[in-house]
Nanobody, 120 residues
Framework: QLQLVESGGGLVQPGGSLRLSCVAS????????FGWFRQAPGKARERVAC????????YYSDSVKGRFIISRDDTKNTVYLQMNRLTPEDPAMYYC?????????????WGRGTQVTVSS
């Protein structure tokens, strides 16, 4: 069974950057496609970015396109989310999850999340 642990969240000023990490254990990363999701209080969960398991193809929501970059290092069993030019609309709990590659919907495994706060 795959376990996912996110880290890298924290407090950052508007315009700043953070890099989130999602470390997988219990299985090899290369069997899975991954996505980053976020949920702010009182809001619906949002799919932020996804990355395929073989060809490295990616998906980004319109709200983060051009600012966030998803990547993976299968040798380190880690998926990353580089978040740049953070805005007051970005604060949320960020979760890593395995996804299917047709519609990028989450399947099977979730981490517990890491909190991102943007404030001056």
């Amino acid at each position: 069974q795959l376990q996912l642990v996110e880290s890298g969240g924290g407090l950052v000023q508007p315009g700043g950057s953070l890099r989130l990490s999602c470390v997988a254990s219990g299985d090899s990363l290369h069997y899975y496609a991954f996505g980053w999701f976020r949920q702010a209080p009182g809001k619906a969960r949002e799919r932020v970015a996804c990355i395929a398991k073989n060809d490295g193809s990616t998906y980004y929501s319109d709200s983060v396109k051009g600012r966030f970059i998803i990547s993976r290092d299968d040798t380190k069993n880690t998926v990353y989310l580089q978040m740049n030019r953070l805005t007051p609309e970005d604060p949320a709990m960020y979760y890593c999850a395995t996804v299917e590659e047709e519609f990028w919907n989450p399947v099977d495994y979730w981490g517990r999340g890491t909190q991102v706060t943007v404030s001056s």
